[in-house]
C-alpha cells in the first residue's frame, strides 16, 4: 500500500490544502493519505483566537471526507492532538513506519517546510522512515528546490519528489483568518468547513445561529452530515421548494426544514440518545429500539434550540420519517420531498412525483403504503405512527392508490 502523509496546522483546512492533497495523492497515485493537524507545531505558535485542536481535527475531518474518492482514501488522523508536549514528524513518522513496516510512505510538504527540512529535528530519520513528496509552483518546484533536492539525497539518503501545484489556489492561513473576521473568506473554504467554523463561531466569526441566511444554513447543515448525503440534502431542498410553491406554503420555510431534516443523521445512537435525555424528550419503545429514526427527533431539536427554528419547521422535520396523524401542510412537503427528490431512483418514486402533484394527501398515504410494504417485506418493524398516519389519511377519505 503506498500511503501519505500531510501534516499541518490546518487553521483552518482550506482550498489550497485539499488542492495539494488530491494533486499529490492523484501524482504518487496514493491509496491513502493521512491527514494530521499538529498538536504544537515546532516551528510556528499558534496566532491568537485559533481553534482548539479538537476543532481544528474537526475541520479536517470534513476535509478528508470531502476529498475521498475511489482512488485514495483519505482520513483525519489526531495521532499528534493525543501526544503530550511538541509535536515532531520524525516520531510521527517513527510510529507510522511501525505500524506500516511494509507500506510506502510518503511525507507531504510545501515550499517552506521543504527549503528548511535539513534543519528539522533528525532529519535523517525523517528521511528514513519516508519519500519526500514536495509541491512547489512548477513541475521543476520552486527557487532551491534542485539545490536542496540535491543536498537532502547526498545528505541523507532521501528520494525526493516534485509534484506541481495548481497555482491558482495558493492560500495564506494569515490571510484567511483577517478575511474571515471581516466577514469573507467563504470562497476559500469548502462548504463544509466553513460550516463548521459558523457553528463554533471560529477566527471572529460571530454570526448569529439563530438568524443565519439559507446560504450560512446549507454551509451549517453540510458541516454535519458526509458528503454522500449532500445529494439527497440538495434535492430534498429542491423538491420541498417545489413543492411548497405548488401547494402554498412558505418556500422559505420549506427550504428551511429540508435543509436541516438530516443534520444529526450521522450522530451515534449513543450521541442520539444522550442528546434527547439533555433536552428531556421522552422516546417511545420504538424509538428506543430503532435509533436511525432517531435522527428526526434530535434533528427537530437542533432546528429548534441551535438554529432558532420556527415550530412549524421543527415539527416538519420531527414527522418526516413517520409521519403523524394530523400533520400539516409543511409537514406533508417535507415527508413528500424526502421521498420523491431527484437523487432517489426507486421504481415508485416516478409515480410519487406524479401523484403529489395532483394530490398531497394521496402522496402521503401512497408514500405511507411504500414505507410499510418495504419494511413487512424485509421483515422490519413498522413504526405505530406510521399505521396510525394511514389510518387517519383513509378517513379523511384520501384516496388511496395500490403500491406497485
Ligand atoms: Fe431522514
Ligand atoms: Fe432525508
Redesign the pocket.
Known amino acids: 500500500m503506498r500511503i501519505g502523509l500531510y501534516g499541518g496546522t490546518f487553521n483552518p483546512p482550506h482550498l489550497g490544502h485539499m488542492a495539494a492533497a488530491r494533486s499529490v495523492a492523484q501524482a504518487l497515485e496514493l491509496d491513502r493519505l493521512i491527514l494530521m493537524p499538529d498538536n504544537i507545531p515546532p516551528h510556528k505558535p499558534l496566532p491568537e483566537g485559533s481553534a482548539t485542536p479538537v476543532q481544528r481535527l474537526e475541520m479536517t475531518q470534513v476535509m478528508a471526507d470531502r476529498l475521498s474518492n475511489g482512488q485514495t482514501r483519505f482520513v483525519a488522523s489526531d495521532l499528534e492532538l493525543r501526544r503530550e508536549g511538541r509535536s515532531y514528524t520524525a516520531h510521527t513518522l517513527e510510529e507510522l513506519r511501525r505500524a506500516h513496516p511494509e507500506d510506502e510512505l510518503w511525507l507531504l510538504m510545501g515550499t517552506d517546510m521543504f527549503l528548511t527540512l535539513h534543519q528539522w529535528y533528525h532529519p535523517e530519520l525523517i528521511c528514513k522512515y519516508a519519500h519526500i513528496a514536495a509541491f512547489g509552483r512548477t513541475q521543476a518546484g520552486e527557487e532551491g528546490f534542485a539545490e536542496q533536492t540535491a543536498r537532502l539525497e547526498r545528505e541523507f539518503g532521501a528520494v525526493v519528489r516534485v509534484i506541481p501545484l495548481p497555482e491558482r489556489f495558493v492560500v495564506s492561513s494569515t490571510q484567511l483568518r483577517d478575511a474571515l473576521r471581516a466577514g469573507g473568506g467563504q470562497e476559500l473554504l469548502d462548504q463544509g468547513v466553513y460550516g463548521c467554523i459558523l457553528r463554533h463561531g471560529l477566527y471572529g466569526v460571530g454570526k448569529d445561529l439563530k438568524r443565519l441566511s439559507l446560504e450560512d444554513l446549507r454551509a451549517a447543515s453540510c458541516s454535519m452530515v458526509k458528503a454522500r448525503r449532500l445529494p439527497?440534502?440538495r434535492g430534498?431542498e429542491t423538491e420541498a421548494a417545489l413543492l411548497a410553491r405548488r401547494w402554498g406554503a412558505s418556500e422559505e420555510l420549506a427550504r428551511k426544514a429540508a435543509i436541516l431534516?438530516?443534520c444529526t443523521?450521522y450522530w451515534s445512537a449513543e450521541e442520539q440518545l444522550q442528546s434527547c435525555e439533555k433536552y428531556g424528550i421522552v422516546l417511545d419503545q420504538m424509538e428506543r429500539s430503532m435509533p436511525p429514526l432517531l435522527h428526526a427527533v434530535t434533528g427537530a431539536q437542533v432546528a429548534r434550540s441551535v438554529f432558532g427554528m420556527p415550530e412549524e419547521v421543527c415539527q416538519a422535520i420531527r414527522s418526516?420519517t413517520t409521519g403523524r396523524p394530523g400533520m400539516g401542510l409543511l409537514e406533508k412537503i417535507l415527508y413528500i420531498a424526502?421521498y420523491a427528490e431527484p437523487s432517489r431512483s426507486y421504481a415508485w418514486c416516478e409515480r410519487l412525483r406524479e401523484l403529489v402533484v395532483e394530490d398531497l394527501d394521496a402522496a402521503v398515504l401512497y408514500g405511507l403504503n411504500v414505507t410499510i410494504a418495504h419494511n413487512r417485506d424485509r421483515g422490519n418493524p413498522i413504526h405505530p405512527r406510521t399505521l396510525e398516519t394511514r389510518e387517519w389519511l383513509l378517513a379523511e377519505g384520501v384516496r388511496e392508490e395500490p403500491v406497485g
Open positions: 439527497h440534502i430534498t431534516h438530516d443523521k418526516h424526502d
